[in-house]
């Protein structure tokens, strides 16, 4: 009896004494990768507990043994918890060494001088790999990278890797990253049918992401900026990308676009904008008043002068922000002056400036100025 109560003692022992391994580099980063897919899908905590993820990650991989990074899974985790924002130096002793696996030596070093914005090292290296043949949890992050350094040198290559990392890595923050990057170059390029297009991906896939309402209020600026609304069947396009968004969404877009188009003194999507915003709320309600702003001040540059003017008087500026009331100011100033016949010797002064310049550079230089001017007030920063 004693024997066997020996026995069974022992047998109990290492069960009682065992400890749950750490886990793996790997595992971390498998985790850190499903915190980013929350973060996409809008999860409001996730942002900080990837914070927290790669804090642990950061413990673990200066902790780890050099033996470890032979492992070209753990090699891979690695370079994630790199591009996902962690820290290089947690990586010095292993990075300045052959400890990471051959296969993945460039690898890592390269996504280290991105991060530490080495952009030369970091393109260097980086060129050497094709995303292709990296496993699919890598290979997004890794395209997403290549077309941030190639965006200066060759816009177009830019483009190809973000196309690669939407398509390599679909419903995860890469992809939602990849196309409001996308979006951006293709507004700056002023591809109107491909902007469209892909803002109604994202606003049918990532509409709840953490950064979307950056993202629409960004896309205003450059729909604006770049002229992506200013024809009818491109404002249309538009309309139709954002139909996915949910109505307060959808709205806060087209105050954004028309509060943009108006301070470009874009007449055409100004209205457009501010008469979609019109369709779905009261026109005495803050949304409202605002469109109205807007709408007014687009209807002045059209001609429609008197009509504008009349409604903007009944606008209480105690009801609008400060820079809706710098805006408003600035347009019955504007409206004033259009409707005030000029005097003989203001047009003769006119007159004369027009002769003596050699062309219209004068006329266009005082218009921009004003422009400017308009857009100072507007975006002055509120109390």
Do not use: C
């Amino acid at each position: 009896m004693r024997a066997l109560a020996v026995v069974f003692a022992l047998a109990l022992a290492p069960a009682a004494a065992a400890q749950p391994a750490p886990p793996r580099i790997s595992e971390l980063a498998d985790e850190l990768q499903r915190i980013q897919i929350r973060m996409a899908e809008g999860d409001q905590t996730a942002y900080a507990e990837q914070l927290k993820q790669l804090k642990a990650m950061g413990a673990a991989i200066a902790g780890a043994p050099l033996e470890t990074w032979k492992s070209p899974r753990e090699a891979d985790a690695l370079v994630v918890y790199l591009l996902s924002g962690g820290a290089p130096a947690e990586l010095a002793t292993p990075l300045s060494g052959d400890a990471i696996a051959d296969s993945r030596r460039a690898l890592a070093r390269g996504a280290a001088a991105y991060i530490a914005g080495r952009s030369a090292e970091a393109a260097e290296l980086l060129g050497k790999i094709d995303p292709a043949g990296l496993s699919p949890r890598l290979s997004g992050q890794v395209a997403f990278a290549r077309s941030v350094l190639a965006t200066e040198r060759d816009p177009k290559a830019a483009v190809a890797f973000l196309d690669w990392a939407r398509l390599i890595a679909p419903g995860t923050l890469v992809e939602e990253a990849a196309l409001r990057r996308e979006i951006a170059l293709l507004a700056k390029a002023r591809d109107a049918p491909r902007v469209a297009m892909l803002t109604r991906q994202y606003a049918a896939r990532f509409a709840a992401s953490l950064y979307a309402a950056d993202f629409f209020l960004n896309l205003a600026r450059l729909t604006a900026e770049f002229a992506l609304a200013d024809e009818p069947a491109d404002f249309e396009r538009l309309a139709r990308a954002l139909a996915p968004l949910s109505p307060d969404a959808r709205g806060v877009s087209w105050l954004a676009l028309a509060k943009a188009a108006t301070i470009g003194a874009r007449s055409g999507p100004a209205v457009a904008a501010a008469r979609e915003v019109l369709r779905s709320v009261r026109p005495d309600s803050e949304d409202g008043l605002r469109a109205r702003l807007y709408l007014d001040a687009g209807r002045m540059l059209s001609g429609e002068v008197e009509a504008a003017a009349a409604d903007l008087r009944t606008i209480p500026p105690s009801k609008l922000d400060r820079s809706d009331v710098a805006l408003m100011a600035y347009a019955r100033g504007v409206a004033t002056q259009l409707r005030a016949a000029p005097s003989p010797a203001a047009v003769a002064s006119q007159s004369d400036a027009a002769v003596g310049a050699k062309d219209s550079e004068g006329a266009i230089g005082l218009a921009e100025e004003a422009l400017k001017r308009t857009a100072d007030i507007a975006e002055a920063p509120k109390p």
